[in-house]
């Protein structure tokens, strides 16, 4: 079972992670949606698309641009639409 954990909060859990670049990508389902913030950021990537982030929230800390998901992948990255990847500081244990 992977976890997103961050200020010893788990933000995601999951068995049914996808593995892309290194990154664990969790399902929708698997979110503990009250820490999630939108963040007008986004990138893009050129085989899975435009990428939009979140600020994770607990407490009174703010992670900026801390997880990031594909609505709308591209072909080539389908199996992540609407999952969830994080990174700045948060951990992820398998």
Known sequence: MA???WNRVVLAESDE???VEGNHYFPPSS???????????H?????????NY???VVGDARNPGAAWTYPDPKPAAADIR?????WRGVTVES
Not at 31 to 41: G, P, R, Y
Request: charged share 20%.
């Open 3 to 5: 976890k997103a954990i």
């Open 17 to 19: 992670t996808v593995m």
């Open 31 to 41: 979110i503990s949606s009250a820490h999630f913030e939108a963040n007008e950021a």
């Open 43 to 51: 990138t893009v990537c050129p085989w899975k698309g435009v990428a």
């Open 54 to 56: 979140f600020d994770i």
């Open 82 to 86: 609407d999952h969830v990847a994080f």
